[in-house]
């Protein structure tokens, strides 16, 4: 790894200990389920582990449904928001929609500090 990259990786990983690592996160993935829990860590997959974690899901009725579901690790290929709560409640929202980026919320966005 060239110096460049060694330095942009270095920032990322700052980046998300400081801002995501032991903050309360919810994760949605397409088929609509949110987990909600303690980010722990994300790999250069972009695979996020929370602990803690609730899963919550939309009811063919129209109401949600909620059940603990300890660690998980959701594959990145399945993440569509983050959303992390920031100090004072606020939340930061990452989200891998077309109209937004990662780097809203400080997220790394250069596929390149994943290789």
């Known amino acids: 790894m060239d110096s460049v990259a060694e330095q942009a990786a270095s920032k990322a990983s700052a980046v998300i200990e400081a801002n995501f690592v032991g903050r309360l996160s ?12 303690t980010f722990v860590c994300v790999d250069s997959g972009r695979n996020i582990i929370l602990a803690n974690t609730d899963e919550t899901r939309l009811t063919s009725q129209g109401r949600t449904s909620t059940r603990n579901v300890g660690m998980v690790m959701i594959p990145g290929i399945y993440v569509v928001k983050v959303e992390v709560q920031q100090d004072g409640q606020d939340t930061v929202i990452a989200s891998t929609q077309p109209t937004q980026t990662f780097t809203q919320a400080g997220w790394p966005d250069d596929d390149d500090m994943y290789s």
């Open 26 to 37: 919810v994760v949605h993935i397409p088929d609509g389920r949110a987990f909600c829990g």
